[in-house]
């Protein structure tokens, strides 16, 4: 798995790349690509345990 640092980099290298470009297809492009970097580096939420839960019997 490659690291979240080195992820962020290659977002924010895209971002810079994008405000730099006259062309506004290839921006918008670059945005999306280091949007979806940026949702790859960040923490996915655990999603919660949906099997069903033995009663209480006393």
Same mark, same amino acid.
């Given at each position: 798995?490659?690291?979240?640092?080195?992820? %962020? +980099?290659?977002? *924010?290298?895209?971002? %810079?790349? *994008? +405000? *730099?470009?006259?062309?506004?297809?290839? @921006? *918008?492009?670059?945005?999306?690509?280091? @949007?979806?970097? %940026? @949702?790859? @580096?960040?923490?996915?939420?655990?999603?919660?345990?949906?099997?069903?839960?033995?009663?209480?019997?006393?």
């Amino acid at each position: 798995m490659v690291g979240r640092l080195y992820v %962020k +980099r290659q977002a *924010a290298f895209l971002l %810079k790349f *994008a +405000r *730099a470009t006259s062309n506004p297809e290839l @921006a *918008a492009v670059l945005v999306e690509k280091a @949007a979806d970097l %940026k @949702a790859q @580096a960040e923490p996915q939420p655990r999603a919660e345990d949906k099997s069903p839960v033995a009663p209480d019997v006393e």
